[in-house]
């Protein structure tokens, strides 16, 4: 059985998300249900009551002290779903055909997790580490959870997502598993896009994950001396923004933005600079104990 679990506080856009989801789960030669842990304390019971009886919602309280409540209902979500397969993905997700089907065939066959693409409305990658290959398949090193599947056992042996992270749960998630010796497979045509938001998100979202992402390397000392090769910007951006007094000197200085603004023309380089220079200081403010 298919579980596909969607975790949801005040979106609105989990209507559509509902609508696609449950089109692609009945297209599906098998048994599956979908989960939604929602945390808006009634505020979208409209969505609920159009998605009544397909979806099976959970309210979730969120717990005292906790603002940011991720990690806890995905494990929540594991714990309510039936099934031995479990799909993650957001609300405001919208899948592409086909979607649902090709993230799970894998696991049908000898795979214990999967990780589809996410794209932004306009089609563009977002968030994806070059992958590994392994003979004719690609692995992943981390992936984030919108678009993932994996099988019960697998969460099982890692004890779920740490719900002392606000953000970067899902990246410590993926490096458990791997250190379990689970491979993330990598399936490049089970696509989701997904709206980001508007710029002022997404430097707050950068932001914070540059917080969070000191929290991964002080919980996983041992990767620290991957570090340069594997989370160059981790290091890069910081050091840049450390420099940046050395302008009044060397007034060419943040001419060195051209380096990474080339290697990222395809993605959009305005957007890629700023999103990279928010995580770099969210490295800093959170070194600095801020």
Same mark, same amino acid.
Not at 11 to 36: M, Y
Not at 89 to 113: F, K, M
Not at 194 to 219: E, F, I, T
């Given at each position: 059985m298919i579980s596909v679990v969607i975790i949801s506080k005040d979106e609105p856009s989990l209507d559509e998300t509902l609508t696609d989801v449950t089109r692609q789960l009945a297209s599906l030669n098998e048994p599956g249900e979908i989960v939604v842990i929602d945390a808006s304390s009634g505020r979208l019971d409209d969505i609920r009551? *159009?998605?009544? !009886?397909?979806?099976?919602w959970v309210d979730f309280q969120q717990p005292?002290?906790?603002?940011? +409540?991720?990690?806890h209902q995905r494990n929540?979500?594991?714990?309510?779903?039936?099934? $031995?397969?479990i799909v993650f993905t957001d609300a405001g997700c919208r899948p592409r055909p086909e979607w649902l089907e090709r993230l799970v065939a894998p696991l049908h066959a000898d795979e214990n997790i999967t990780a589809g693409v996410s794209q932004?409305?306009?089609?563009?990658? #977002?968030?994806?580490?070059?992958?590994?290959?392994?003979?004719?398949?690609?692995y992943l090193r981390e992936s984030p959870t919108l678009n993932f599947a994996f099988r019960r056992a697998a969460f099982d042996a890692v004890g779920g997502f740490d719900q +002392?992270? #606000? @953000?970067?749960?899902?990246?410590?998630?993926?490096?458990?598993?791997?250190?379990?010796? @689970?491979?993330?497979? *990598?399936? !490049? $045509?089970?696509?989701?896009?997904? $709206? @980001?938001?508007? +710029? &002022? *998100? #997404?430097?707050?979202?950068?932001?914070?994950y540059g917080k969070a992402r000191v929290r991964l390397y002080r919980?996983? &000392?041992?990767?620290?001396? #991957?570090?340069? &090769?594997? $989370?160059?910007?981790?290091?890069?951006?910081?050091?840049?923004?450390?420099?940046? !007094?050395?302008?009044?000197?060397?007034?060419? @200085?943040?001419l060195l933005l051209l380096i990474p603004a080339w290697r990222n023309r395809s993605q959009g380089v305005v957007r890629?600079?700023?999103?990279h220079l928010w995580f770099g200081a969210?490295?800093?403010?959170?070194?600095?104990?801020r």
């Amino acid at each position: 059985m298919i579980s596909v679990v969607i975790i949801s506080k005040d979106e609105p856009s989990l209507d559509e998300t509902l609508t696609d989801v449950t089109r692609q789960l009945a297209s599906l030669n098998e048994p599956g249900e979908i989960v939604v842990i929602d945390a808006s304390s009634g505020r979208l019971d409209d969505i609920r009551k *159009r998605h009544e !009886p397909a979806v099976r919602w959970v309210d979730f309280q969120q717990p005292p002290g906790v603002r940011v +409540s991720i990690p806890h209902q995905r494990n929540a979500g594991v714990r309510e779903a039936a099934g $031995d397969i479990i799909v993650f993905t957001d609300a405001g997700c919208r899948p592409r055909p086909e979607w649902l089907e090709r993230l799970v065939a894998p696991l049908h066959a000898d795979e214990n997790i999967t990780a589809g693409v996410s794209q932004d409305l306009d089609g563009k990658v #977002q968030y994806e580490l070059p992958p590994e290959p392994a003979g004719g398949t690609t692995y992943l090193r981390e992936s984030p959870t919108l678009n993932f599947a994996f099988r019960r056992a697998a969460f099982d042996a890692v004890g779920g997502f740490d719900q +002392s992270f #606000q @953000y970067g749960s899902d990246v410590d998630f993926s490096w458990r598993l791997n250190d379990a010796g @689970y491979r993330i497979r *990598r399936v !490049p $045509d089970a696509i989701i896009q997904h $709206d @980001y938001g508007a +710029s &002022r *998100r #997404q430097r707050r979202r950068a932001y914070m994950y540059g917080k969070a992402r000191v929290r991964l390397y002080r919980k996983h &000392r041992s990767r620290r001396g #991957q570090m340069f &090769r594997n $989370d160059p910007i981790m290091i890069v951006y910081p050091l840049f923004l450390l420099g940046l !007094p050395l302008t009044l000197v060397f007034p060419f @200085y943040p001419l060195l933005l051209l380096i990474p603004a080339w290697r990222n023309r395809s993605q959009g380089v305005v957007r890629v600079l700023v999103d990279h220079l928010w995580f770099g200081a969210g490295v800093l403010a959170e070194l600095a104990g801020r």
